[in-house]
């Protein structure tokens, strides 16, 4: 069973970066396309970005321009540079397949921006 892990996460001023992982473990399970998402409190979760093998990616309208989604498919690892960052973008995020959610959610990694 494919674990995964998230972290990175912070508190960081407007403007402010962060970087975060999520590592995918537990199996030999061969992930094609992975995907950050992201639930701020009281709203529903959504798509941030995503990655398929060939490195091809897709972001959120407002999040283009400022975040960078990137993969390692050796380690079966996802990343997720974040610049510029807004106080719209509170929330944790979580990373999963993408775009359909096929694996059980981790515990997300926490990301604060204070204006």
């Known amino acids: 069973q494919v674990q995964l892990v998230e972290s990175g996460g912070g508190l960081v001023q407007a403007g402010g970066s962060l970087r975060l992982s999520c590592a995918a473990s537990?199996?030999?399970?061969?992930?094609?396309?992975m995907g950050w998402y992201r639930q701020a409190p009281g709203k529903q979760r959504e798509t941030v970005a995503g990655?398929?093998?060939?490195?091809?990616?897709d972001y959120r309208d407002s999040v283009k321009g400022r975040f960078t989604i990137s993969r390692d498919n050796a380690e079966n690892t996802v990343y997720l540079q974040m610049n510029s960052l807004k106080p719209e973008d509170t929330a944790v995020y979580y990373c999963?397949?993408?775009?359909?959610?096929?694996?059980?959610w981790g515990q997300g990694t926490q990301v604060t921006v204070s204006s």
């Open positions: 999963n397949t993408f775009p359909l959610i096929q694996l059980h």
């Open positions: 537990g199996s030999s399970f061969s992930i094609d396309a």
């Open positions: 990655i398929r093998r060939g490195g091809i990616t």
